[in-house]
Each structure stands twice: as structure tokens, then as C-alpha cells.
């Protein structure tokens, strides 16, 4: 997952805001983040392979552990390049989806986009998800500003 990442954050023009440098998670934390996600009720990793050790798409969700926000989790989700528009994204947020109603008790589900990736915009419409509000200038990269827009499906 770390390989994958360092992957992801090295592409040009990659709607993440995280420079690859930036990135330095240790095999220790991304084991601690695991674990975190295992063992919270309100949280989720989830990950796409095509064969046994090929890597080519991840979804994490979390929540908060206060009573009154434990039932709205945000999620982020990154896809290979190779991958990308071949349906693995709609498969993480319908397995995403699918846990969310499992629990019983998630009512919300949200997420944070940059206005201008329309690709992704799409696809969490195409699920439900609607523009809740934006975030101006929330985002400065390649020397210069992005909208995010926060987006949300309620259950």
C-alpha cells in the first residue's frame, strides 16, 4: 500500500494535495492506520487488486468516536492510472455503500473533491451523492488555488 501510494502522489497533475516528498509514512504507521480501521466500527479500508499482488485501487472511510458524529464517515479513494475509468472506483464505493448499510447505524457519508475533477464529480453523482457546499481556494498546488467541493450521500 505504501509502494501504491508513492505511485499515486508521483503523477503530474493528480487531483491529491500531497506533493510526493510529503508523503512518509512508515511501514509502523500505515500498520497503526490499518489497525485503527479493523478495530472502530465507524471505519473501513478497503482495496482492489487485479491478480494477487497487483495493487490498483484503494477506499478508506472513518468516522469520529463521539456519540453524536459517529454516524457520518468520510471517505477518500485513489485509482491507479492504468485503472482508472475500467470501473474499479464504482466498485470500491459500491462495496463502500454496501458496509455502510451493513452497520446498521451509518447515516452519512462524505467526502471532499476538487471542483474540477469532473471524473470523480460524476461518478459520486451517479451514486447520490450531492454538493452539499465549497470550499474556495481550499487547495494551492502547482502554484495555483483549487475550489473542493464537500460532497454527501445520506442514507
Given at each position: 500500500m505504501l509502494a501504491f501510494a508513492r505511485t499515486l502522489f508521483a503523477e503530474p497533475a493528480l487531483y491529491l494535495p500531497m506533493a510526493p516528498d510529503e508523503f512518509s509514512l512508515s511501514l509502523e504507521e500505515e500498520e497503526a492506520v490499518i489497525e485503527r480501521h479493523r478495530t472502530a466500527a465507524n471505519a473501513v479500508f478497503l482495496l482492489a487488486f487485479d491478480g494477487p499482488d497487483c495493487l490498483v485501487g484503494m477506499l478508506n472511510a472513518s468516522g469520529s468516536a463521539r456519540r453524536a458524529l459517529r454516524h457520518a464517515v468520510e471517505f477518500g479513494m485513489s485509482?491507479?492510472?492504468?485503472?482508472?475509468?475500467?470501473?474499479?472506483?464504482?466498485?470500491?464505493?459500491?462495496?463502500?455503500?454496501?458496509?455502510?448499510?451493513?452497520?446498521?447505524?451509518?447515516?452519512?457519508?462524505?467526502?471532499?473533491?476538487?471542483?474540477?475533477?469532473?471524473?470523480?464529480?460524476?461518478?459520486?453523482?451517479?451514486?447520490?451523492?450531492?454538493?452539499?457546499?465549497?470550499?474556495?481556494?481550499?487547495?494551492?498546488?502547482?502554484?495555483?488555488?483549487?475550489?473542493?467541493?464537500?460532497?454527501?450521500?445520506?442514507?
Open positions: 485509482v491507479a492510472k492504468p485503472y482508472r475509468g475500467r470501473g474499479v472506483g464504482q466498485t470500491l464505493l459500491a462495496a463502500l455503500l454496501e458496509w455502510a448499510r451493513a452497520t446498521g447505524f451509518i447515516t452519512r457519508i462524505e467526502l471532499k473533491v476538487y471542483e474540477a475533477n469532473l471524473p470523480a464529480r460524476r461518478l459520486y453523482e451517479k451514486f447520490g451523492f450531492a454538493v452539499e457546499g465549497r470550499r474556495r481556494r481550499a487547495i494551492f498546488q502547482d502554484g495555483r488555488y483549487f475550489d473542493d467541493l464537500i460532497m454527501a450521500l445520506l442514507l
